[in-house]
């Protein structure tokens, strides 16, 4: 084989010699646009939990996260886009924390407890539920879709509470379904009460205010 042969064969046996570098570049790039997106989101979030909706510019979302107001469209084209995906992730944190409470493998009365008191914390302490929990109470203010609030939480809870019911921990003649509205209304209701009047400080009291009138065997089963 001549030396021509022999280096059109190793040519076409090497890569291109630019192939990995333009590979690590992409994911380079994939990497820094997702990590902006969860910037801006959580910016988002702050804003909308703290000035509400109809306050928040997309402006005010780009200084909080630390980017450029066309970094803030690349990733959501309005702010009522913005506020959709708080309201999704808000309902997705709410799915998690009732999932986390799924497995910890607990008797009905304490999941229905466990499933109160960690979503307290949560409205407590994380700025997305926070924000999420805001959203939800100006959904007519954003002119966009918004998710459907309540519905999953009180199907957890009213689970729990048939299965309570069919252990015999619940008085003769309480519905499992009027007993898991009746918390939910009250939860949602005291975290927005708490909320406004002392900034959610005293929301694990509120929490254990509402189990003791709607269940009070479910506090004493949690003891």
Same mark, same amino acid.
């Given at each position: /084989?001549?030396?021509?042969?022999? &280096?059109?064969?190793?040519? +076409? ?7 990995? *570098? ?6 380079? #790039? ?5 990590? $902006? ?31 450029? #107001? %066309? ?7 309005? #702010? &009522?886009?913005? !506020?959709?995906?708080?309201? &999704? &992730? ?9 999932? =986390?409470?799924? =497995?910890?493998?607990? @008797?009905?009365?304490? !999941?229905?407890?466990?499933?109160? =008191? ?8 994380? @700025? /997305? ?17 918004? *998710? /459907?609030?309540?519905? %999953?939480?009180?199907?957890?809870? @009213? ?6 019911? =069919?252990?015999?921990?619940? *008085? ?33 009291? +509120? ?11 479910? $506090?004493?089963?949690?003891?």
């Amino acid at each position: /084989m001549d030396s021509m042969a022999v &280096e059109r064969s190793a040519a +076409r046996s090497r890569p291109a010699r630019d192939t990995a *570098p333009r590979h690590r570049d992409t994911g380079l #790039k994939q990497e820094r646009a997702v990590r $902006t997106r969860g910037q801006v989101l959580d910016a988002a979030a702050e804003a909308f939990a703290t000035q509400g909706f109809p306050a928040v510019t997309v402006q005010d979302v780009a200084v909080l996260a630390g980017v450029t #107001k %066309g970094a803030v469209y690349f990733h959501y084209a309005n #702010k &009522e886009a913005l !506020a959709q995906a708080c309201a &999704e &992730e808000f309902y997705h944190r709410l799915g998690v924390i009732g999932q =986390e409470v799924e =497995e910890a493998d607990l @008797t009905p009365l304490r !999941a229905v407890t466990e499933l109160l =008191e960690r979503t307290a914390r949560a409205f407590r302490d994380e @700025t /997305m539920v926070q924000a999420g929990a805001r959203l939800q109470i100006e959904r007519s203010l954003i002119g966009a879709e918004m *998710p /459907m609030p309540y519905l %999953g939480y009180t199907e957890s809870l @009213t689970v729990w509470l048939r299965q309570a019911q =069919e252990a015999g921990q619940l *008085p003769a003649g309480t519905s499992p379904e009027a007993t898991a509205r009746v918390l939910v209304s009250a939860f949602f209701g005291a975290q927005h009460i708490s909320w406004v009047l002392n900034d959610r400080a005293d929301i694990a009291d +509120r929490v254990q205010e509402i189990l003791t009138a709607v269940v009070p065997m479910a $506090t004493r089963n949690a003891e």
